[in-house]
């Protein structure tokens, strides 16, 4: 094995792009997926995903070199041993610096990474939670996050359906939430007289609200309602709109789910002050990346619930996360009616009375549809 260790090598990144929607149409949270498949001369495969543009993340992972500064991902990456994770993070960091640091850069970074440690796992025949330190927990409590219908009695159907599916706290974000006072108020509290007073339910503004002094009304507002924490009031950039927020100590504050890299998160944290984090595995640097920005959310007294609302690859790169960290308790699993969350991961993660289960599988231990793939690649 270790003469093994030493002599992998990877042979090429492999980057497939989907959509369900047409090119020219629409695109709703979840309809479409940039996934890598990092191949070795060993036979070893390992499968990561970033939720960003498919077709950006694309082009930063097979560009050329423009110069030893600026360079597509891929060119890097082959001949080196994938067991060396944390040396080819940086050495993705720096030689695209130009075009990455922060923002898609990084995203396709994050896609590289998880597949890196989809690779050591299966090679050393350990969990990825093995890898990173142990496991905590043999199943994480899971809330369920949907994209509102359009009508308050609509989204009491949802939420009531949701509740009998043994969901014991719920979240709700996009479509129209944002765009209308009058309208969230309607269906915060249609949805909080469905689950009941005693039921956990929070939303995701997805930065619609815009200014602080928009933001601080409809927190006050909406506090008869209870939400245990309103997510993305405001842009992440606005770090003092976000601190004047949380001062008012109405519902929680919880965002970052935009930045990417210690470096951003360690500002947010710091300028912010966040009640709750919410780095996305699959963008903000990967699982390398993720460590370090648990540990930062620690230090500065502030919880973390990963964000996740993509397919199967991600939720079973969080899972593993998760398992891995003392206080990796809770986390979000996708409510998506998208073909590409329901299927393309064939052995999908299932949630059970209030519970993701966390698999004691080598690797990612996920299975694709390759005919789905086939059906939905963008060409």
């Known amino acids: 094995m270790e003469r093994e260790a030493n002599t992998m090598k990877i042979t090429d990144v492999e980057v497939i792009c989907l959509r369900i929607p047409p090119m020219d149409g629409p695109c709703e949270w979840g309809d479409d997926a940039f996934i890598v498949r990092v191949h070795t001369d060993t036979g070893l495969v390992g499968t990561g995903e970033s939720d960003t543009s498919p077709m950006v993340a694309r082009a930063l992972v097979d560009a050329p070199e423009s110069n030893l500064y600026c360079s597509g991902l891929k060119r890097l990456l082959i001949g080196e041993n994938p067991l060396e994770i944390q040396k080819l993070w940086d050495k993705m960091y720096w030689s695209s610096n130009y075009v990455g640091r922060r923002g898609a850069g990084i995203h396709a970074i994050s896609a590289i990474d998880i597949a890196l440690w989809d690779i050591a796992s299966q090679f050393y025949q350990v969990p990825i939670y093995m890898l990173l330190g142990g496991k905590y927990r043999d199943k994480i409590r899971a809330y369920g996050t949907f994209i509102p219908a359009d009508t308050p009695e609509e989204n009491k159907v949802i939420a009531a359906s949701l509740k009998d599916q043994g969901f014991t706290s719920l979240k ?99 300028r912010a002050k966040p009640d709750i984090v919410q780095p996305d595995i699959t963008r903000c640097g990967g699982i390398t990346e993720m460590k370090k920005i648990y540990d930062l959310a620690q230090m500065n007294g502030t919880k973390l619930v990963p964000h996740g609302f993509s397919t199967g690859i991600l939720l079973a790169a969080t899972v593993q996360f998760l398992a891995a960290c003392e206080h990796g308790d809770l986390m979000e699993y996708s409510q998506s009616v998208s073909p590409l969350f329901h299927g393309l991961v064939k052995n999908l993660i299932p949630f059970e009375n209030g519970f993701v289960t966390v698999p004691d599988c080598v690797g990612l231990g996920v299975v694709l549809d390759e005919e789905m793939i086939e059906t939905y690649r963008m060409r």
Do not use: C
């Open 172 to 270: 709700f974000g996009g479509g129209i939430l944002g765009d209308d006072p009058d309208t969230d108020e309607a269906i915060v509290k249609a949805v909080r007289e469905q689950v009941g007073e005693d039921f956990e339910l929070q939303i995701d503004i997805a930065t619609k609200w815009r200014t602080y002094g928009h933001a601080a009304s409809m927190f006050q507002r909406l506090a008869p309602y209870h939400l245990n924490w309103i997510e993305e009031p405001v842009l992440a950039d606005d770090h003092q709109g976000y601190e004047k927020l949380s001062q008012m100590s109405l519902s929680k504050t919880a965002g970052g789910e935009s930045l990417t890299t210690r470096y951003e998160f360690r500002d947010f944290l710091q």
